[in-house]
């Protein structure tokens, strides 16, 4: 399956079927698993075998969309967990605990800020957020003895700002840590930062990859390529016994699926933040699509961006690949064929204007949710981003005034339509 295409392994990779076997994933809608011997089970809670015991843990279906999704991404394994926000708390708990200190950049999704500022915090990590426009000197002396990850977003949610991968992933290795890579809005259709350096890349599937705004969940994929032996001393974890597990070194064990390995038999037995086998199913209907659908989000949505642009109503476009953005180079680069379908934009007016404009719509809906088949929009400082401070807002690329609008499959023309009504109504 390597030596296909990105678009051929969305339709084909993580499951072959044998002869008379299913053609579509089977579910295993199975909470256990049956063994003729107890010797056998106990292979698999020593992790000596491959294999199935309970599903709070692992499951076949689950197994064969995450092996699809770590295919797309070209990495080494793959995981599923319930959402987005469980795979992002993975992918860093995996990796830290208390005393630990994380940097990462402050342009990232509310929920996922709120989690490493506040939650994680009660658990002992600290973190440090800088501007993914910052320097490299700048970026460099956030570190501290005790930094264990860099975290950022590839595209941020809501603020569209582009994560230069390359500058992060450097900074990351020259002390000793990975890069972990929120890929959600683009989708390895359209980025693949393991081919920029980073280590581990997080997604909340819920978003481009379901596509249909039907299942939740997240998915976690190790490249394999960050020697965790080579800085034992920050990853303890990997690198010395787990007494928990009969001293197995995950890191010697294992080698290049130690971290997902580690992330399955620790954290998903711990805290139980599994994907159902329904959804995973579902996932991967829309996966089966994904390559054909993100062309055109990416085509209204840089439509949309170009028509915003020229509204008087409209303060500013935030949108990467709109010729004269501020990440737009940062944008050809790591996404030359085009970055998500959301758009941020500001009213002159601020929050009342984007409060009667959001209102006035008709075919877009106000909604929680973004990037799937149907247009959608909200006001982040009064949503998703209520539970930061106008500071934290403003630092974040989020004021208080911004509509984040994410443009679904629908013809560009209604789209354009119905957003020029609403901004006409702003006045009224």
Request: aromatic fraction near 8%.
């Amino acid at each position: 399956m390597n030596d296909y295409t990105i678009n051929t392994k969305c339709v084909q990779a993580g499951y072959t079927p044998g002869n008379g076997e299913p053609r579509q994933i089977p579910i295993i809608q199975s909470t256990t698993f049956k063994y003729e011997t107890s010797e056998a089970m106990g292979q698999l809670f020593d992790l000596e075998a491959e294999g199935y015991f309970y599903t709070r843990l692992q499951n076949p279906t689950n197994d064969m969309v995450a092996a699809k999704i770590c295919a797309l991404e070209g990495g080494a394994a793959a995981m599923l967990t319930s959402s987005g926000q469980a795979a992002n708390f993975f992918a860093l708990f995996n990796i830290c605990e208390c005393g630990s200190h994380i940097v990462a950049s402050s342009s990232i999704y509310g929920g996922t800020f709120n989690l490493i500022s506040v939650t994680m915090a009660k658990m002992g990590v600290t973190v440090t957020f800088v501007d993914p426009d910052c320097s490299e000197d700048e970026l460099n002396a956030a570190f501290k003895e005790n930094t264990r990850a860099v975290f950022g977003e590839t595209i941020a949610n809501p603020a569209l700002t582009v994560l230069d991968i390359e500058k992060f992933a450097k900074a990351a290795h020259s002390h000793g840590v990975p890069l972990i890579v929120d890929n959600t809005f683009p989708t390895p259709v359209n980025c693949r930062p393991f081919e920029w350096g980073a280590d581990i890349v997080t997604h909340s599937t819920t978003k481009y990859m379901d596509g249909h705004a039907a299942a939740v969940g997240g998915a976690i994929v190790d490249s394999g390529n960050f020697d965790w032996m080579a800085h034992a001393e920050k990853f303890p974890g990997l690198t010395t016994p787990d007494e928990s597990y009969h001293g197995i070194v995950y890191a010697e064990k294992f080698g290049k699926g130690a971290f997902i390995t580690k992330c399955t038999s620790q954290l998903m037995r711990d805290f139980g933040c599994i994907q159902s086998p329904q959804h995973a199913f579902i996932l991967n209907l829309g996966l089966e699509s994904l390559h054909v659908r993100m062309p055109r989000h990416c085509e209204n949505g840089l439509a949309v961006a170009e028509f915003l642009q020229q509204q008087p109503e409209v303060l500013k476009v935030h949108y990467p690949h709109l010729p004269g953005n501020k990440f737009y180079d940062a944008a050809m680069k790591y996404m030359p064929n085009g970055g998500c379908g959301v758009i941020s934009f500001e009213l002159k007016g601020g929050r009342p204007a984007a409060e009667a404009f959001m209102k006035a719509l008709k075919l877009a809906a106000i909604e929680t949710h973004v990037a799937d088949a149907r247009t959608c929009c909200l006001n982040p400082a009064t949503s998703t981003h209520r539970q930061m401070t106008e500071e934290q807002l403003e630092a974040a690329g989020v004021p208080a005034g911004m509509v984040r609008l994410s443009c679904g499959l629908e013809d560009k023309r209604d789209l354009i339509a119905d957003l020029k009504q609403a901004l006409e109504a702003i006045e009224k």
